[in-house]
């Protein structure tokens, strides 16, 4: 009851922090409920299967589970036979998926799932989708297509295939998605056996099904069934949904540490202001464990009341996460909101926690508190920071610089996450740090106008050196927000001059052909430019070498080139990249099997381990080799040198030299880095925003007895707005600089790791735009409300 009635007699105090989790919550239920919702469905072309039989699934280099290895002809025959034989299934189809996409006006039709796009005939009866008009085709000229395509039954149709243009003849329209060709035809296109579908009679029993399925099965795969379907997805949608689970994992992130950031810090400022009413308890008999339960379990009600609202807010904004995620292309098609209960338990009880262990070092503090100090100010124990903080401070001082290191020689793919995670530490160091910062740049700040005779910088000079915890509590959240401004715009801006530059140097004097409104290059655009790389990528997968004890016995996915370089382009042999052959347990003279996408088990040679290159490949093949076992395989960009000239005539090609091509390929995921970079920096501020306000609205309400003696001393309204004025502003200015020199070093580190990747020099870059904007929107917003509160306290005591 004590603590219910304390919430409810200085809910002003617990104001800021009530809000803080408020919008922290609110953001994780709503990225938590994105989450839920877009999660992978059942295709819609599967709606009318009973089960799907599945391949045995292979695992990644470090071991996580990844693609499935496909089936050969042989190998899947006997299955099919066993299948057709189980009870209750009226039908079994072999599944088969390809690049398929219709060419009009001499223009590819936009389509994102064309890699996928192109079916057996069979494959139509998995929905099952109604042919609308026509016939089933028959022929290996013939298709049956979309009705929303527009073309009529007996028309002639171009369609682009791995091999390149070919015409078909229109024999047929369905009420679904894709190109249904022979199952002969897509047999050839897909030879390997991927999937096999199983259509059931309604009155059978899905689960007698799957376990007789799987009995036929044995340990040569696995079958699913019910959401267990929705496994199989087309790539341009997996590839979606990871870029929004990544960029709703950011939002998430740097919301749960400014929360935890911002809470803390400002509920160590509101026990700090009550130390006289605590040293009152003491006096009574109050002993320090109830003393720390009390801040607790104040700050648990804050956080439970903060958490229930936030959770009606985060749900109400879901529909507004979801449009921005439409708009920058990174949510699933056709995505629909569903509220689950689990997103908002786990929002609750990350807010109350975060409020619980914010208020850790506050109880910890206040349970210090004498009973003699119910007759002291704040200020007569406020001894700036203790030895034990310092040490704190320097350790945690120590691991930012340790991680900002890090970032110069982390990989590409974790450079950004260890500048993040560097920053978040040095910005705990630096706010830990503060109070040793506060008195000296005090002085060195006011020491100018102490000349002119205005009492205004002595009092301003004498409340920082007097009280540089409380100052330090003012510092903590401007140093977020500036820092992560700084820090986020500053990667955007590094990387937008750096990754072109480097690109562009790279492949200098080329000129190169991509796909122009398509998932690659066909055999068609390969052969009208019959000079330079021209990569042909497939997945195998490879069974690591049994010699080495630290290696299973499970098959291995791996990205495989097929090259025409004279180099490498030698029938029968693979060249490894090191750092590929160690994980495999390979050297070079060594035979190695691997399975390729047809289900084929070739052994290959391997005929040199050369040191690790991402533009030569770590496992490359002769590009034959890759194009007999992968029909439906697409090419990479080509790459023509200067001595030969390229040609764009096929349709769905373009060419750049290399400055275009370095600048498209940045330009492919700019939009989404700096919607991200946006977004995050717009949270980080906003938040820090709010505890500024709140802070100093609290510091201000807190020294009203000050205000009232320094006006009964002679003081005018104006001169005491000024004094008020003039400390927020200087307590923003050292938050400020803090948060900019603890961005500089992993920033640094980026650019190092940048410079060495891309081969070119690359210096610190910052928004000058967004810092200002971070500074001088911190700084309005701490004034207006210090000035507010101050002026409001002048009135309410007149």
Not at 221 to 235: I, T
Not at 294 to 302: C, D, N, P, T
Not at 535 to 548: D, G, S
């Amino acid at each position: 009851m004590l603590i219910l009635a304390n919430v409810r007699e200085r809910w002003s105090g617990f104001l800021g922090a009530f809000v803080a989790v408020l919008i922290g919550v609110a953001l994780i239920t709503t990225t938590l409920v994105i989450y839920d919702s877009a999660r992978a469905k059942v295709q819609p072309r599967y709606t009318g299967t009973a089960a799907l039989a599945l391949p045995e699934q292979a695992v990644d280099a470090d071991g996580s589970p990844e693609d499935r290895m496909p089936w050969s002809k042989d190998e899947a025959a006997p299955l099919l036979a066993g299948l057709d034989k189980v009870p209750g299934v009226t039908d079994v189809v072999v599944d088969r998926s390809f690049y398929a996409q219709a060419i009009r006006g001499g223009k590819p039709v936009t389509d994102e799932g064309a890699l996928e796009s192109g079916h057996g005939w069979g494959s139509a009866r998995l929905a099952p989708y109604r042919l609308v008009s026509g016939r089933a085709p028959s022929g290996e000229n013939e298709v049956v297509v979309d009705r929303a395509l527009g073309a009529a039954v007996g028309s002639d149709l171009t369609v682009n295939v791995t091999e390149g243009r070919k015409q078909f003849t229109v024999v047929g329209t369905v009420d679904g998605s894709g190109y249904y060709f022979s199952d002969e035809f897509a047999a050839h296109q897909q030879p390997g056996v991927h999937v096999i579908a199983l259509v059931a009679d309604k009155r059978a029993a899905t689960g007698s099904i799957v376990t007789a399925a799987q009995k036929v099965l044995g340990d040569k795969g696995s079958v699913v069934s019910g959401d267990g379907r929705a496994e199989l997805q087309p790539q341009y949608i997996e590839h979606r949904r990871f870029l929004g689970v990544q960029l709703i994992s950011a939002m998430a992130l740097l919301g749960l540490f400014t929360t935890a950031f911002v809470v803390a810090s400002m509920l160590v400022l509101a026990t700090g202001m009550r130390r006289r009413e605590i040293g009152l308890l003491r006096t009574i008999g109050a002993a320090p464990q109830q003393i720390r339960r009390m801040i607790l379990g104040e700050a648990a009600v804050v956080g439970l009341l903060g958490s229930i609202v936030g959770c009606v807010a985060g749900v109400a904004a879901t529909p507004l996460l979801r449009n921005i995620l439409d708009g920058l292309d990174v949510a699933p098609p056709d995505m629909e909101i569903t509220v689950a209960a689990w997103p908002l338990l786990t929002a609750s009880v990350v807010g109350v926690g975060v409020s619980v262990i914010g208020a850790w070092t506050a109880g910890r503090k206040a349970a210090r508190v004498a009973p003699i100090e119910a007759l002291l100010d704040s200020r007569s124990v406020d001894k700036g920071m203790g030895r034990g903080h310092g040490i704190v401070g320097l350790a945690v001082l120590g691991m930012g610089a340790l991680l900002a290191i890090g970032t110069a020689t982390s990989s590409a793919d974790n450079r950004i996450t260890m500048a993040i995670l560097a920053t978040m530490t040095l910005i705990v160091a630096a706010a830990l740090l503060a109070p040793v910062f506060i008195g000296p740049v005090g002085r060195l700040l006011t020491a100018p106008f102490q000349r002119g005779g205005s009492a205004g910088p002595v009092l301003i000079r004498a409340e920082l050196v007097a009280e540089p915890r409380r100052a330090a509590s003012l510092v903590a959240p401007v140093i977020a927000a500036v820092g992560f401004a700084v820090l986020l715009s500053g990667v955007v801006e590094t990387m937008r001059v750096a990754y072109p530059a480097g690109e562009a140097l790279k492949v200098s004097g080329q000129t190169i052909v991509t796909p122009a409104g398509t998932p690659g290059n066909t055999d068609e655009v390969v052969a009208a430019n019959p000079v330079g790389k021209a990569a042909l990528p497939t997945r195998a997968f490879v069974t690591k070498n049994a010699k080495n004890p630290r290696n299973s016995a499970v098959a291995t996915v791996l990205d495989v080139l097929g090259t025409r370089d004279d180099r490498w382009n030698k029938p029968g042999e693979a060249v490894l990249g090191e750092r590929t052959a160690k994980a495999l347990g390979l050297g070079e003279g060594q035979n190695v099997p691997v399975r390729f996408a047809d289900g084929t088990t070739v052994p290959l040679r391997v005929g040199a381990v050369l040191p690790d290159d991402p533009a030569r490949g770590d496992f490359v093949v002769a590009r034959d080799l890759v194009r007999a076992h992968d029909p439906a395989a697409l090419t990479d960009d080509i790459f023509v040198p200067a001595d030969a000239e390229a040609t764009d005539s096929v349709p769905g090609t373009a060419l750049h030299d290399a400055a275009e091509y370095a600048l498209a390929d940045y330009n492919t995921d700019a939009k989404l880095t700096d919607s991200l970079a946006g977004m995050l920096i717009v949270i980080a501020v906003g938040y820090s925003v709010i505890a500024v306000v709140n802070s100093m609205a609290m510091a201000a309400h807190g020294r009203r007895r000050d205000f009232g003696v320094m006006k009964s001393a002679g003081g005018t309204v104006r001169q005491l707005l000024f004094t008020s004025a003039g400390e927020t502003a200087l307590v923003i200015a050292v938050g400020a600089a803090l948060g900019v020199l603890v961005t500089l070093p992993p920033l640094a580190g980026m650019a190092a790791g940048l410079s060495e990747a891309t081969s070119s020099d690359v210096g610190l870059h910052l928004s000058t735009g967004t810092l200002a904007t971070a500074i001088i929107g911190t700084l309005l917003a701490a004034v207006l409300a210090g000035i507010a509160v101050t002026a409001m306290t002048l009135r309410r005591r007149a």
